[in-house]
Nanobody, 126 residues
Framework: QVQLVESGGGLVQAGDSLRISCAAS????????MGWFRQVPGKERVFVAA????????YYADSVKGRFTISRDNAKNTMYLQMHSLKPEDTAVYYC???????????????????WGQGTQVTVSS
């Protein structure tokens, strides 16, 4: 079982930048996929971005492409989401997710992840 712990959320203004982190503990992550999802009250948890740990290949939702960057630090077993040009509609609880797999066909489906963090709140004021 991998433990995922998010940090770095907070309150920012529209147009600001923010970086959130997800620290992972457990086995080695050479065959691990990690992703970020976000959720607002009353709505489904939706895909934001994902990264394949082995080669740092990245995937993004269209809504954040060009503004958000996902990355990972092997030495720290930590994944990051750097967010720029934040908008009020980016306000949500951001969840870190992970799964051991050689290949995931659809990294945007939350059903393909079985490790989840507790979430970190990101609030963007207008």
């Amino acid at each position: 079982q991998v433990q995922l712990v998010e940090s770095g959320g907070g309150l920012v203004q529209a147009g600001d930048s923010l970086r959130i982190s997800c620290a992972a503990s457990g086995r080695t992550f050479s065959t691990y996929y990690m992703g970020w999802f976000r959720q607002v009250p009353g709505k489904e948890r939706v895909f934001v971005a994902a990264i394949r740990w082995s080669d740092a290949n990245t995937y993004y939702a269209d809504s954040v492409k060009g503004r958000f960057t996902i990355s990972r630090d092997n030495a720290k077993n930590t994944m990051y989401l750097q967010m720029h040009s934040l908008k009020p509609e980016d306000t949500a609880v951001y969840y870190c997710a992970g799964r051991y797999s050689l290949y995931i066909s659809d990294v945007s489906s939350r059903d393909n992840y079985n490790d989840w963090g507790q979430g970190t709140q990101v609030t963007v004021s207008s």
